[in-house]
């Protein structure tokens, strides 16, 4: 079945710094990569999505980017504030949504 | 428009026991998921629901059931409760029956077995 490994589980960076998160997937025919956002005691929420057709896409200080090849896809968060700190976690699906284990962004102000 | 509840928000059971959980799905929303998030893991898929049929299910035990009805809510029953169940059970409900389109979770029901 489809796995998702995410790194890293935990990133601090400094408020105004750039944090990348990074996956790889395992199914080749999975076409559709979501990043939700989870704060604490809090649903997950989608923060940006990207399907098998698309290399990236931004969304104001938000990117992802998707490497079909190499099986792997990326978030990018730019000029990075408080706010952003939370439990982030990928995802990939065919037929369901698969996740990864999350990662812990804070961001030190 | 109307987001997804679920009900109850927390509550503790005790080893061997049952215990279900409800969802309400999103305004128009005809297929709903369950996931199971385990403390600090990312959620894990259990079933999903479409139409009031089971369509697709994750490596969880039969102890693990649900229903849909009509009006697309949804209940999870868990039997033989073990203390491994203790987690956040999350709902999330989409217009479709395949990934295309977004989740949308609930707020959860955080589940504690003694």
């Known amino acids: 079945g489809e796995n998702v490994e995410q790194h890293p589980s935990t990133l601090s960076v400094q408020e105004g710094d750039s944090a990348v998160i990074k996956c790889t997937y395992s199914d080749s025919a999975s076409n559709y990569f979501p990043w939700y956002k989870q704060e604490l005691g809090k649903r997950p929420q989608l923060i940006i999505d990207i399907r098998s057709n698309v290399g990236e896409k931004k969304d104001q200080r938000i990117a992802v980017t998707l490497n079909k090849t190499a099986k792997h896809f990326s978030l990018h968060i730019t000029e990075t504030q408080p706010e952003d700190s939370a439990v982030y976690f990928c995802?990939?699906?065919?037929?369901?949504?698969?996740f990864g284990a999350g990662t812990i962004l804070r961001v030190k102000s | 428009e109307t987001g997804v509840t679920q009900s109850p928000t927390h509550l503790i059971k005790t080893r061997g026991q049952q215990v279900t959980l409800r969802c309400s799905s999103q305004?128009?929303?005809?297929?709903v998921s369950w996931y199971q998030q385990a403390l600090g893991q990312g959620p894990q898929f259990i079933f999903q629901?479409?139409?009031?049929?089971?369509?697709g299910r994750g490596n969880f035990p039969p102890r693990f059931s649900g229903l849909q009805f009509p009006n697309y809510s949804s209940e999870l029953n868990v039997n033989a409760l073990e203390l491994d169940d203790s987690a956040l059970y999350l709902c999330?409900?989409?217009?479709?029956?395949?990934?295309?389109?977004?989740?949308?979770f609930g707020e959860g029901s955080r589940l504690t077995v003694l």
């Open positions: 999330a409900s989409s217009l479709a029956m395949t990934d295309t389109g977004e989740l949308f």
């Open positions: 305004s128009g929303h005809n297929t």
């Open positions: 995802a990939a699906s065919f037929d369901k949504l698969v």
């Open positions: 629901y479409y139409r009031e049929e089971e369509n």
